[in-house]
């Protein structure tokens, strides 16, 4: 079976769910969000957590950088959209198949990095507190 590598940058709260689901699962997308969009290069991603989640209160200030390989048939179902730049490239997966994209997760979400906004305080959470420890850039 091939598989195709992709990246989420996420926050507190997503990191929380994700690890709720033992690490196999993206949290379903709420009611006003009609895409989930995996990105597909490591350096975009890390771009979106180091930018734009460290700047945001609902994620506790933080950003973190997940990485996980999806089977290539399900991959290919989906459109590529570029939003920008030439790395800014995203897999636009309709909220409502995002079940179906997770059963086609092939490996366990994995915490590759993680960014510290200005405002972050601290985590409650023993596991958002252990990649803030392990991976801290």
């Known amino acids: 079976m091939k598989a ?5 940058p996420i926050g507190e709260k997503e990191l929380i769910l994700i690890a709720e689901n033992d690490y196999k ?8 969000q009609p895409i989930f969009y995996p990105v597909l290069n490591e350096e975009y991603a890390a771009e979106i957590a180091s930018k734009w989640n460290t700047t945001d209160e609902f994620g506790n ?12 048939e399900e991959f290919k179902k989906y459109k590529v959209e ?3 730049g030439k790395i800014h490239n995203e897999l636009w997966v ?8 997770n059963q086609n997760i092939i490996t ?30």
């Open 4 to 8: 195709v590598t992709l990246y989420r």
């Open 25 to 32: 699962a993206f949290p379903p997308r709420l009611e006003w």
């Open 61 to 72: 200030y933080l950003g973190f950088v997940t990485k996980f390989e999806i089977t290539e």
């Open 82 to 84: 570029n939003v920008g």
């Open 94 to 101: 309709p909220s409502k198949d995002l079940e179906i994209f």
């Open 108 to 137: 366990k979400i994995e915490i590759i990095k993680v960014f510290i906004g200005e405002k972050f305080k601290q985590t409650e959470n023993d596991q958002v507190q252990h990649y803030i420890d392990q991976l801290k850039t």
